[in-house]
Structure formats: C-alpha cells, structure tokens
C-alpha cells in the first residue's frame, strides 16, 4: 500500500555529482524517517544516510561531505545529493522509509525498487 519510487541515477565520471529522488506515496499517516543505503557489486547492503522527522540526520563515514540528504515533507519525498563522486560509490542505491499509515498502527519499513549509480571515466 506504500511505494517508493526512485529517479536519478546514472553514469557519471569520476569527481562529478548527481541527486537522486525518492518519492513516496499510498496509505501514509506519518513518515518517520526517510534514508538511502547502497549495495555495491558483490557486497552487502549498507546504511548511507538518514533523515528523520525531529532528528539530526546521520551519514556514514564514507560520504560525510560529499553528500547531503534532504527532505521534501509535503510532496513525501526525499533527496540525496551526490558530490565529489568516487569509483568506490558505484552501487545500486534503495531508498528506505518509516511509515504509519495509521496513528494506531505500527511503523512499516519500506524499500524502493533501487536506481543504478555508476561511477567511472
């Protein structure tokens, strides 16, 4: 009942930039937190960046600095913004969201469909 949809991604040569979006939409209450994690060529997925609502957002040490997360609350969107890339950076990149879709109900954890970020010269 909740998509996250994901655009942005792409080729890009090394030292250049690019932002991804990630727009959520279905049967939403409240949207605690929004993030991106990545999964590189033959690794496992991990965390690199967080925003949550009423909270200071948090980046993994390997893109504090070069990239900001960001967020959109009245279209349930959020963006990362994606500086100084790296070869190292090439992943598929989910969006990840923290949604009630009541007040009374849990907290569902949803994950887009992840977009291509290729990083090379």
């Known amino acids: 009942q909740v998509q996250l949809v994901e655009s942005g991604g792409g080729l890009v040569q090394p030292g250049g930039s690019l932002r991804l979006s990630c727009a959520a939409s279905?049967?939403?209450?409240?949207?605690?937190?929004m993030g991106w994690y990545r999964q590189p060529p033959g690794k496992q997925r991990a965390f690199v960046a967080l925003m949550p609502s009423g909270g200071s957002t948090t980046y993994a040490d390997s893109v504090t600095g070069r990239f900001t997360i960001s967020r959109d609350n009245a279209k349930n969107t959020t963006f990362l913004q994606m500086d100084s890339l790296r070869p190292e950076d090439t992943a598929v990149y989910y969006c990840?969201?923290?949604?009630?879709?009541?007040?009374?109900?849990?907290?569902?954890?949803?994950w887009g469909q992840g977009t291509q970020v290729t990083v090379s010269s």
């Open positions: 990840n969201a923290k949604v009630k879709r009541a007040w009374y109900g849990p907290t569902y954890n949803y």
């Open positions: 279905g049967t939403i209450f409240s949207i605690n937190a």
